[in-house]
C-alpha cells in the first residue's frame, strides 16, 4: 500500500472521526458548563508550527535538528460555537534566521475539540534543517534532512457532561466550575525520514514508519476566578509497527512510546477572549532500549489567539429592499 492510500484512509477516519465530535444530543451539567449568549466569533492569532527530528545516540548524547520555519499570522471565523472553525495564516520569512538555512514546510494540523471527542490530525512535509550546540553556536545546517508524518489521534472524554475540552483549548464555550476527565484513545501514523549527506539513520538514507495503538491519560481545568482559567492534558500511549514500507510488513513488530500533551491558559469575557495554547505530540520512527538509541519526531503548536465574539456577521444579516 502506497503512502498516497494511506493518507486517504487516515483523511477519511478524521472526518468520522470529525463527525464523532458533534454529537447533537449530548447534555451537559449546567452548573459547569455554559455557552456564550454569542454564538459567532472572529479571531487573529500569532503562532509557530513545527516538526523537528531528536536523535538520541546513548545516555548521554542527544542530538536535535530544528526547522527554520518563521512565526505565522493569521485569522479565523467561528460559526455557531466552533461548528466551523476555518483559518489562515501568512509565515513572516524575513523573521527567519538566515545563519540557520532554508526551510520549506507544508504543515497542516487540525486539533479539533468536541463534546466527548479530541481530534488530532498532522499533516506535514519539511526539508531543510539545522543542529547547534546547549550555546547557541557552532550551527551546521542539513538543507538535504526531510520529515514527513501523516498521523491521526482521537481520545474521548469520559466526563463530557461536567469538563468541556471547547472551554479548556478553543474558549468555544465557558466552564464554570474547576473540572477533569479521563481520557482514552489511540493514533496511527506513517512517519519518513530521508537524508543525503549525513549519518543520522543507521542503514540507508530513509526510514519509513507505520505504526498505530492506543493511549490513556486525564485532563483538567482549574477555574481561578470569573475570567482566568488554566487548563492541559496529557495522554501516554503504546504503538505498535515496523520500519516497513508496507502497512506490517515482514519486519519485526516493534512497540513505539508515545505522549501528547497540551496546555492553555486563558482570559474571557463575554466580548472577548485571550489565549496562550500549546499541543505537542511526540512519537517515535525508531526506538530501542537495548542500543540505547532512539529518533523521536516532535510536532504540535504555539499559539496567541485573540478571539471576538458576536450577534451576527453583518454579510449575514437581510439588506431590506
Not at 464555550?173 to 482514552?184: D, P, T
Request: net charge positive; glycine share 8%.
Amino acid at each position: 500500500m502506497t503512502t498516497y492510500h494511506r493518507l486517504t484512509i487516515y483523511l477519511f477516519l478524521s472526518f468520522i472521526f470529525s463527525l464523532l465530535a458533534n454529537p447533537c444530543f449530548a447534555q451537559v451539567d449546567s452548573l459547569y458548563i455554559a455557552p456564550y449568549e454569542k454564538k459567532n466569533a472572529v479571531s487573529a492569532y500569532l503562532g509557530k508550527s513545527y516538526l523537528f527530528l531528536s536523535h538520541a545516540i546513548n545516555e548521554n548524547e542527544e542530538i536535535q535538528y530544528h526547522p527554520n520555519n518563521p512565526m505565522t499570522i493569521g485569522l479565523g471565523v467561528s460559526v455557531a460555537n466552533t461548528l466551523i472553525n476555518v483559518s489562515y495564516g501568512h509565515g513572516f520569512q524575513f523573521l527567519s534566521e538566515k545563519e540557520k538555512g532554508k526551510t520549506k514546510a507544508l504543515d497542516f494540523q487540525l486539533h479539533h475539540y468536541g463534546r466527548k471527542v479530541m481530534v488530532d490530525v498532522f499533516i506535514q512535509k519539511y526539508k531543510g534543517y539545522y543542529s547547534e550546540d546547549s550555546n547557541s553556536e557552532n550551527i551546521e545546517l542539513f538543507p538535504d534532512l526531510k520529515l514527513r508524518q501523516y498521523g491521526i489521534h482521537a481520545d474521548y472524554v469520559f466526563n463530557h457532561q461536567k469538563f468541556s475540552t471547547k472551554a479548556a483549548f478553543n474558549q468555544g464555550e465557558r466552564q464554570l466550575k474547576s473540572a477533569g476527565s479521563f481520557l482514552v484513545g489511540g493514533g496511527a501514523y506513517i512517519t519518513k525520514i530521508e537524508v543525503d549527506s549525513t549519518s543520522i539513520l543507521k542503514e540507508d538514507n530513509s526510514l519509513s514508519n507505520f505504526q498505530l495503538g492506543v493511549s490513556a491519560g486525564y485532563a483538567y481545568t482549574w477555574v481561578i476566578n470569573k475570567h482566568w482559567s488554566l487548563s492541559g492534558s496529557a495522554t501516554l500511549g503504546m504503538n505498535l509497527g515496523n520500519n516497513d514500507s508496507g502497512i506490517f510488513g515482514k519486519e519485526k513488530l516493534e512497540i513505539y512510546p508515545t505522549f501528547l500533551p497540551r496546555i492553555a491558559v486563558g482570559y474571557a469575557t463575554d466580548l472577548w477572549s485571550l489565549r496562550l495554547s500549546t499541543v505537542n505530540n511526540i512519537i517515535f520512527s525508531d526506538y530501542s532500549e537495548r542500543q540505547n538509541t532512539n529518533l523521536g519526531l516532535f510536532s504540535g503548536n504555539v499559539q496567541l489567539t485573540f478571539i471576538r465574539r458576536l450577534d451576527s456577521f453583518a454579510f449575514f444579516k437581510k439588506r431590506p429592499h
